[in-house]
Each structure stands twice: as C-alpha cells, then as structure tokens.
C-alpha cells in the first residue's frame, strides 16, 4: 500500500486498518537524501507524540527519484535508523515491534493522476488496473511494474456531483528498496507516503474545517473552501500539493534542493498553473520543513506578498499514523 484507501463520497483518506498496535504505539519513518526520522506516538485516533528523533545521512546515501537504485549506502542508513530506535528504547517507548510502520518518502519518488470517473466505482482489481494505467506515461518503466494506490473521490458542484479517481505511485522497485531499510528493523511497512500528502493532512489536523489560513490574494477563502498549496523541504528536495478541500490538483517534485530563499523564485510559475490551468487560485500556503528551511522561505514569500503557514515535520510525521 502507498497511502490511503479507495474512498467514495468524500476526499482521499488515509487507510483505517493499518497502524494500529496492541501496545497503541504507533511508529512514522522520515526518509530524504539529507536525514532520517523516527517519531512514535501512542493512542487510537487523536495521537500523542511520545518520542521524536533524527539522524543525519552521509552525502548520496540515499538518492530521491522515480528510477532506481536509490539506496547507495545501506549501511550508514539502516545504522542512522537503529541508532533511532535505540535512542527511542532509551527513552522508554518501542517497548513491543510495531505490527506495521508509516514511511514517509520524498515526493520525487512518486507521481500523481487524476481521471473523470463514469458510472460505479471500480473493484479492487480493476481499480489497481485503472490505478497503473493512469500512470504509465508518468512513471519510466512498463506499467506492470508501477505500483499505485487509488481513490475515488466525489466533488459536489453547481452542476452536479461528479467522481474522479486519483491514483498515486511509483516504480514499485524504488518502492521496495524503501521497504527493504525498515524490514531491517524487523519491522513491516503498513504506509509508505509522499511527505506532501502526509503535511496535507497534518494541515487538516491542526487548523480544523473551518480555518482558511492566509490567502496569497487576499481573498476569503471561505467562500470557495480550503484551496492549499503544501511546500515540503523532505530533508534534501522539495515537493509541492496544491488541493482543494482535501482533493489533489497539482503535484510537483524537484530534482535539486530548493533553498528556503529560493521558494519564492518558485511561487509565480505556480500561482499562474493553478490560475490558468485549474482555473482556481491558491488560498493558503503552508511550509513543511526545519525551522531554518522554513522561516527563510516564509522570509522570502512576505517580501513578495504571500503570507505563509508553517508546519514542523514532526505534525506531517504524526498525522501519517492517524487513522
């Protein structure tokens, strides 16, 4: 599984079966070409964060992109991460093995599309069909070896209902590699998420259905709904959602690391995609990274205008293991 589950009548949500321990504590991996993350939370539904940690990975340890190999070192990663889950016995928690884990993964390794849907959502198997055949123009290997995950989502409008299905994944191979670090753990991953998906959520979460957050425009966003635009520093590269009321619209990843300074060098050509291209405007945007990342990027998108919301990685760490 990549993400979520198939949903029909609402947004894209997390799966509700994965995650849930007998000892309720809760496990999140954070994966990019800079650091690796472990935080574990405890309790069903609303999760207390109980322990946090991070490590620093050798330069080209690990490579974020759609094409394999992506793990050059893993030595020094699987060492940073048991150097984390003994920090975190340490600290008195991880005292049973988690049954599953959530693995956040830098949006470079994943792509996005979304499809008009007509008549009865889809099976299983048909919908994992429809899933990689909506990505095999996007992800550079044949589509059997895609592995995506998928919703169906409804969207009320002034003329009606209407269904898309939104498919998410990647190469299955880099999928698998990912998958191969925390097996040496001992450990199973139940999740494995873009960071942008997972700060999304996070966004939800923390602001509730009723807040906006500051308008790039100076419009009120209430009168449209939630129109966010997520940046994401996943440790090394950065990744962009733009969704409306929790349903994606536009996902990008970059190759090079964006400095804070440089987001703002990046907003304009956004801003004119989602205006000319979805026919919408951006009504918040919200930063995922550090506190050095991110409070120079807020720096840098004040000096042209657009106001900005900051969510500390560990929110979008936490809300990936919130069922």
């Known amino acids: 599984m990549i993400g979520g589950k198939p949903v029909v009548g609402g947004r894209w949500e997390w799966s509700e079966n994965v995650g849930l321990f007998g000892s309720n504590e809760r496990v999140a991996i954070g994966l990019g070409a800079r650091r690796a993350r472990l935080l574990v939370g405890r309790g069903n539904g609303h999760v207390k964060q109980v322990f946090v940690g991070s490590r620093d990975l050798p330069d080209g340890a690990l490579r974020v992109g759609l094409r394999g190999p992506v793990v050059n ?26 049954e599953t884990v959530s693995l956040l993964v830098a949006d470079g390794a994943f792509k996005i599309a ?26 550079p290997v044949d589509e059997s ?66 807040q906006s957050g500051a308008g790039d425009s ?38 090079a690391p964006v ?25 918040s ?8 990342w991110a409070e120079d990027a807020a720096r840098a998108c004040e000096s042209i205008q657009v106001a900005t919301r900051i969510l500390p990685p560990e929110a979008a760490l936490c809300a990936a293991i919130e069922g």
Request: glycine fraction near 12%; proline fraction near 4%.
């Open 73 to 98: 070192d893993r030595d020094r990663v699987v060492g940073a991460l048991r150097e984390l889950v003994a920090e975190a016995k340490g600290a008195g928690v991880l005292r049973r093995t988690p």
């Open 114 to 139: 979304v499809a008009p849907l007509e008549g009865e959502a889809p099976g299983r198997a048909d919908g994992d069909r429809m899933a990689r055949w909506l990505l095999r123009e996007l992800v």
């Open 145 to 210: 070896e895609i592995r995506a995950d998928w919703s169906v989502l409804e969207v009320a409008g002034q003329e009606g209902a209407s269904a898309s299905m939104l498919s998410v994944g990647g190469v299955d191979a880099v999928m698998a590699e990912y998958e191969a670090l925390v097996a040496e753990l001992g450990w199973t991953v139940g999740r494995l998420v873009p960071w942008s998906f997972a700060a999304a959520a996070a966004r939800t979460q923390e602001s509730g259905a009723d």
């Open 218 to 255: 100076g419009a009120d966003a209430s009168e449209a709904g939630h129109r966010d635009l997520m940046l994401c520093d996943a440790d090394g590269t950065l990744g962009a959602l733009f969704h409306t009321d929790g349903v994606p619209r536009l996902h990008r990843a970059w190759r």
């Open 259 to 283: 400095s804070g300074a440089g987001v703002a060098e990046e907003l304009p050509a956004l801003r004119r995609y989602v205006n000319d291209h979805l026919e919408t405007s951006i009504s």
């Open 285 to 292: 945007v919200w930063l995922c990274g550090d506190s050095p």
